[in-house]
């Protein structure tokens, strides 16, 4: 039987196997470019993303330059035979990319956290540690009493994320505290508050190092988060690494992550959890309250809890039974409570404008600046701290 010459060129199994390698390269590449921009983040470029990303595109060049030398009219006639998949594989595409670039302008994964393709406010390096590993200035020496010292403990709150060190409310009490001391001793504060701290790493931090500062008042910064034992985390949706390692790195994935987590296991009902009777988490947590005012007796430190609310909406502000629970816990325990919730409730803002950003809810300089306000107006209602 004659051969059809009009058939062109076949395209053998060599050449599909080349098309497909040149398309898994580019998918690779794709993958490895889908972390930028996200510094600070958790995708920082190291030695082998760049060999991998390398080592994607040259493969992808090899075969399309390859395809091209050895059968340019067989992959013609492949791919005008699959124009219409083509054409919709290529829409969708596009609607993904367009997609992805919006949620990238708009900041929309952002996660306060420490999760996900973009976290400008979490990462400790761009802020400046002191040698003992907190936020500011050395601590002073055990000797050193030049100065009436204030020891502030708290988590990433008190810690100050997503604002600068002199806007945090612990810098703002001292100079104000400061201003009003003219010619007397001065105050200073000491930030021992880190990221993810909770109220018994708190009370264990007092109890060793406490002694050091002698300090005339202990400013405990509580969020209610600061009962939880293992604190919460979103979770793969596939519940495998490689999801976090290269899924993670789109923020469009990333949102629909924060979507799935939130609608399975609502961070309101993970909070509220925390607080029920019959929690270890609970107990625990009014153990440590407990022993740090202990530590405070021992050593003649005035213990102030300061109650921080949770940034969500505060015209329909879901915790403040929680506030009760730990304002009475606190006072049991005998701290000096302060309760920021009417403080923040009376702002005539939106609370939006409380917050570092749209997806991270640590409060901002203003939240920052209510705080300091309210905790000055405590301190002198508890005339504190006195002094030469």
């Known amino acids: 039987m004659p051969r059809n010459e009009d058939r062109g060129p076949r395209f053998k199994r060599r050449h599909r196997f080349l098309l497909r390698s040149g398309l898994l390269g580019l998918l690779l590449a794709w993958l490895c470019l889908m972390g930028w921009p996200t510094r600070p983040g958790p995708f920082a470029y190291n030695w082998r993303h760049l060999t991998l990303l390398a080592a994607s595109l040259l493969a992808a060049f090899l075969a399309a330059r390859r395809l091209r030398r050895t059968n340019p009219m067989g992959l013609r006639d492949y791919l005008a035979k699959r124009q219409s998949g083509l054409l919709l594989t290529g829409a969708c595409f596009c609607g993904l990319l367009a997609a992805e670039w919006t949620a990238r302008i708009m900041k929309l994964a952002e996660w306060g956290a420490g999760q996900g393709p973009l976290q400008p406010s979490f990462r400790l390096a761009q802020y400046d540690i002191n040698a003992q590993g907190f936020r500011g200035g050395n601590f002073p020496l055990p000797e050193d009493r030049t100065a009436v010292n204030i020891l502030g403990l708290g988590d990433s709150f008190a810690f100050g994320q997503g604002v600068k060190w002199e806007d945090t409310f612990l810098k703002r009490v001292e100079e104000s505290l400061n201003r009003q001391r003219q010619g007397r001793k001065p105050v200073r504060t000491l930030n021992a508050s880190r990221p993810g701290w909770n109220t018994n790493t708190e009370s264990m931090f007092l109890e060793q190092y406490g002694r050091l500062f002698e300090p005339a008042v202990a400013i405990v910064a509580f969020t209610l988060n600061d009962a939880e034992i293992e604190p919460y985390a979103l979770l793969p949706i596939t519940g495998q690494d490689w999801e976090q390692l290269w899924l993670w790195r789109s923020h469009l994935f990333f949102l629909l992550v924060k979507a799935y987590n939130l609608r399975i296991r609502p961070y309101e009902n993970f909070i509220t959890g925390l607080y029920g009777d019959d929690q270890a988490s609970w107990r625990y947590c009014q153990e440590a309250l407990r022993r740090i005012v202990f530590f405070c007796r021992q050593t003649k430190t005035t213990p102030l809890l300061v109650i921080f609310p949770i940034l969500q909406d505060m015209d329909d502000y879901r ?50 600046r209510l705080a300091a306000e309210a905790i000055l107006t405590k301190l002198k209602e508890l005339k504190i701290p006195a002094g030469p």
């Open 319 to 368: 915790f403040a039974a929680l506030h009760r629970k730990v304002r009475e816990a606190g006072q049991a325990a005998g701290f000096d409570v302060l309760d920021l919730l009417e403080s923040f409730r009376n702002y005539p803002q939106p609370t939006r404008n409380l917050r570092v950003s749209r997806g991270d809810w640590h409060p901002n300089a203003e939240g920052h």
